[in-house]
């Protein structure tokens, strides 16, 4: 009787824990809270430049990144894109450094450090930079009047990359005349101006360049065998304007030499 006894009493004491276990609630593993990161920019350079000039990134970030990696981006489209890479240095400090090659308006950079497994993702942004590239006249088309394009001799030197102005249709003295669409993102305007050493000898022609309705550079009694070297501001402009008009003489060809314009389209 006694042996039932405590036999049974084992049996209820089982029961009673198998019961008990199965009615808790098994808890999930408490995840880690990643640690926040901050970056700090000191300098970002200069956010107006040329194709092919270095934009140079420095700064601070807080002590967790130490040793660890940040990224110079760029936003192309909807993505950011690496341009350089650095480790962040036992100091707290980076420096990034890339050449800029594509010409642009408005490119916007930022530095970004990557989530690890104890710190979240950081960014800070370097802002927008403009940068400019030099465009022959010749690769964009007029949106008014016309010219010709190619190489030309003028005073004795072949510049490759030219407009030259004619007379309408090639017919009468009226003027020669072409815009340029700037869409005010251009600064500079530069040629060699002259007459086609092609031209007659006594062709004499005049030139009035303008930025919309503003005279930047004037010129009358242009002549085979002299050339003018032109460098302009045309900075906020809309539109580029070349008149051109043969006063005397023959026939030829008013050229601007291997004109071009500095601009971040």
Known sequence: MGRHLVRLTTLL???VGLALA?????????????APVTIT???????????????TVSGTTSANLRGRKVRLQRLTGSRWVDLT?????????????????????????????PATRTTRAGQRSAGRYDVFGWYFLIDRS?????????????????????????????????????QYDLSRDCT????????????????VWKLDVLADDLPLWSRTNLRIGASHAVDLDIESGLR??????????????????DA??????
Not at 25 to 33: D, E
């Open 41 to 55: 920019l000191t300098s970002t350079g200069s956010h107006s430049l040329d194709a092919g000039q270095r934009v």
């Open 142 to 178: 007029p949106v008014e009047g016309s010219v010709q394009e190619g190489s030309y001799g003028v005073n004795g030197t072949t510049y490759a990359n030219s407009v030259a102005l004619a007379r309408v249709n090639g017919l009468g003295d009226g003027p020669a005349t072409a």
């Open 85 to 113: 890479t650095t480790t962040v240095s036992s100091t707290r400090s980076f420096t990034l450094s890339v050449r800029m090659t594509r010409a642009g308006a408005g490119q916007r950079l930022r530095v970004f450090a």
């Open 13 to 15: 004491v089982t029961a």
């Open 188 to 203: 500079r305007f530069r040629a060699t101006v002259g007459m086609s050493d092609s031209a007659s000898s006594t062709a």
């Open 260 to 265: 071009r314009i500095r601009c971040a389209f």
């Open 22 to 34: 199965g009615s808790v609630t098994p808890q999930p593993a408490v995840a880690l809270a990643l």
């Open 240 to 257: 580029l304007r070349l008149n051109g008009a043969r006063t005397d003489g023959g026939s030829g060809h008013l050229v601007l030499g």
